[in-house]
């Protein structure tokens, strides 16, 4: 009857000699009846003695009803292969059975040393890794998450609630944003790991990590940990650089405007003084604001003095002749005060129709004229 079964069994009853059957036989390396079982079973598998001794003991325990008893070895006859024998008590009796699992035995190595490059894979990345079950419970993260959450890396481990550790971590001071509003930090927090929305998250030791997260096959998450924290500085450096533009366009229009003012002297004249050093550029403006507000205010004379000016070269000269054209087209009149004999020659050197342009000595006798013609 035992030449029947399809794996190799041993048959031990309680009143009896140990009985094995033909494939039984063909793997042990022994022709002597068996003691008892477990001896027949040293015959097949490579027990040292106390692993025998080890055997009964567990055997000794073993009750009717109770799940088998599994043993896995290296086959005595050829130690390269392995089996595993499954012992089960009955009533009368104990029965061992052999399977042989070296092909198990080698794609779980493989499987392995597969989960093992794979986790050294990962805990080489700059990113911080972490996987959640379905049940949103922490299964692994690599070396650099654990660097990320440095404050509660001990709070990692296997089986935690996500949103657990996420509180505990707040409650420890992990997250800059939770500092004194914890409840309603870890809330929001939560709700956009429900949503897998991307986050951008501030941590105590001032770095800051963007959050992408996916969804897995079996329900649960994948989520990677980036440190932006250098594109936040630069960022931050460049919204204040901005600022720092604005202000100093705002001042270098503050100091335009005061050294170049425009004074109206009376209903529809205008003076303008000017006063310090002038080149092409500044002169420029000084001519852009005097026409703007020529058409602004309607003026009919503009007084421009150049008293203050210590030097005037060609170009600013030619400025000034090229304004007092464009003023004549708004339909005013301009009059130049304060030209002293350098200055003079300066014009006169230009070779332009000075004909259509009024001068006065000072600014006093050029102020009395605009009057006179308004």
């Not at 794609?107 to 050294?120: G, V, W």
């Not at 409650?171 to 949503?195: C, F, K, M, S, T």
Request: with cysteine; charged share 25%.
């Amino acid at each position: 009857m035992l030449d029947a079964l399809p794996l190799p069994t041993a048959y031990a009853p309680a009143d009896g000699p140990v009985q094995c059957n033909r494939l039984w036989l063909e793997l042990s390396d022994s022709s002597d009846t068996p003691e008892d079982l477990i001896t027949a079973c040293a015959g097949v598998l490579a027990w040292e003695a106390h692993d025998q001794t080890a055997a009964r003991s567990w055997v000794a325990t073993l009750a009717p009803d109770d799940p088998p008893l599994q043993l896995a070895a290296p086959l005595r006859r050829d130690r390269a292969r392995h089996a595993q024998v499954s012992i089960r008590r009955s009533a009368t009796a104990l029965t061992a059975q052999v399977i042989e699992v070296t092909a198990l035995l080698t794609a779980q190595r493989a499987a392995e040393q597969r989960l093992e490059a794979i986790l050294s894979a990962l805990d080489s990345l700059e990113e911080g890794f972490l996987l959640l079950d379905a049940e949103d419970r922490i299964v692994f993260c690599n070396r650099r998450y654990r660097e990320l959450y440095a404050i509660s890396a001990d709070l990692i481990t296997p089986g935690r609630p996500f949103a657990e550790f996420i509180r505990l971590g707040a409650e420890r001071g992990q997250y800059a944003n939770a500092i004194g509003r914890v409840d309603e930090w870890v809330a929001e927090r939560l709700r956009l790991h429900a949503e897998l929305a991307p986050i951008e998250q501030h941590l105590a030791d001032g770095r800051w990590i963007r959050i992408v997260e996916r969804r897995t096959a079996d329900g649960g998450a994948v989520g990677l940990r980036i440190d932006i924290t250098e594109l936040k500085q630069a960022e931050e450096l460049r919204r204040q650089l901005a600022i720092r533009e604005e202000v100093i366009a705002a001042q270098a229009a503050l100091l335009a405007e005061l050294s170049t003012p425009l004074l109206e002297v009376a209903s529809r004249v205008l003076l303008a003084p000017m006063v310090g050093a002038f080149d092409s550029a500044r002169v420029a403006m000084l001519i852009e604001a005097l026409l703007h507000a020529v058409q602004q205010r309607h003026a009919r004379v503009v007084v421009l003095d150049v008293t203050g000016v210590p030097v005037i070269d060609t170009q600013v000269a030619q400025a000034i002749l090229q304004c007092a054209t464009s003023v004549r087209l708004l339909g005013a009149q301009l009059v130049i005060t304060g030209i002293r004999p350098d200055v003079a020659q300066t014009l006169v050197a230009l070779g332009v129709d000075l004909s259509t342009i009024i001068t006065r000595a000072d600014l006093r006798d050029g102020v009395r004229y605009a009057l006179r013609q308004e």
